[in-house]
């Protein structure tokens, strides 16, 4: 079936770092994509969201930017903090009131 | 900020019984609500979609039966493992969403079958 994946398992970076983490995507007819980060045993907590109208969108030290044309989302990190250490995903979906397909996760480890 | 409050955070059980899981949206009505299931190491898998007062619809592979779902007030939606076997622990997590805002999660419950 149609689903949303991320290109790498994990991700090691330093302190004060840039990440990037990536994602794809199959169902050309998601218009609605949101990064989340899940902390162990907790639930997923929203970072930043786009719609497909647009191609990149900035939050606090975080940006999403989506390229429809090669289905693919990523989410950049500035100066990469210890706290920012969590599994990150990217979920899609199709159209109001439907629900979120999650990809499949990339752990982001930060060192100081 | 949009809460979703879910009750119990941890529970064990013994094989055979039934655990109820209840999903709280405590500053806005939700009118849909979902329901994950997430096994160590992997993604969230939806389980099943809840709106209000209507039954829930749920994925393929996801027997309505053994996994009972209530959505009886646009406030609170419940999730029921029946009979739950030690292939049921799971973290389960629930959404909630209003229109079309960005869903809000719980903080999950993680089941234990003993």
């Known amino acids: 079936g149609e689903s949303v994946g991320l290109h790498l398992p994990t991700l090691s970076v330093q302190e004060g770092d840039n990440s990037i983490i990536n994602c794809a995507y199959s169902?050309?007819?998601?218009?609605?994509f949101i990064w989340y980060k899940q902390e162990s045993g907790k639930g997923p907590q929203f970072i930043i969201d786009?719609?497909?109208?647009?191609d990149k969108r900035q939050g606090q030290r975080v940006t999403v930017l989506l390229n429809k044309t090669v289905k693919h989302l990523s989410l950049q990190i500035a100066a990469t903090q210890p706290g920012d250490s969590a599994v990150y995903f990217c979920?899609?979906?199709?159209?109001?009131?439907?629900?979120?397909?999650f990809g499949k996760g990339t752990t982001l480890s930060v060192s100081s | 900020g949009a809460v979703v409050s879910q009750h119990p955070s941890r529970v064990i059980c013994k094989s055979g019984t039934s655990v109820k899981i209840e999903c709280r949206s405590l500053?806005?009505?939700?009118?849909?609500m979902f329901w994950y299931r997430q096994f160590p190491k992997q993604s969230l898998m939806l389980m099943a979609t809840?709106?209000?007062?209507?039954?829930?619809?749920?994925e393929q592979g996801v027997e309505k039966d053994k996994f009972l779902i209530n959505h009886a007030s646009l406030t609170l939606s419940t999730l029921t493992v029946t009979s739950a076997h030690p292939e049921d622990s799971s973290f389960y997590i629930c959404?909630?969403?209003?229109?079309?805002?960005?869903?809000?999660f719980g903080n999950g419950t993680r089941l234990t079958v003993t």
């Open positions: 959404s909630a969403q209003m229109g079309n805002s960005p869903l809000h």
């Open positions: 169902n050309s007819a998601s218009d609605y």
């Open positions: 786009i719609r497909s109208n647009m």
């Open positions: 979920a899609e979906k199709k159209q109001a009131g439907t629900a979120l397909i």
């Open positions: 500053d806005f009505q939700a009118t849909t």
């Open positions: 809840s709106n209000e007062g209507s039954k829930a619809t749920y």
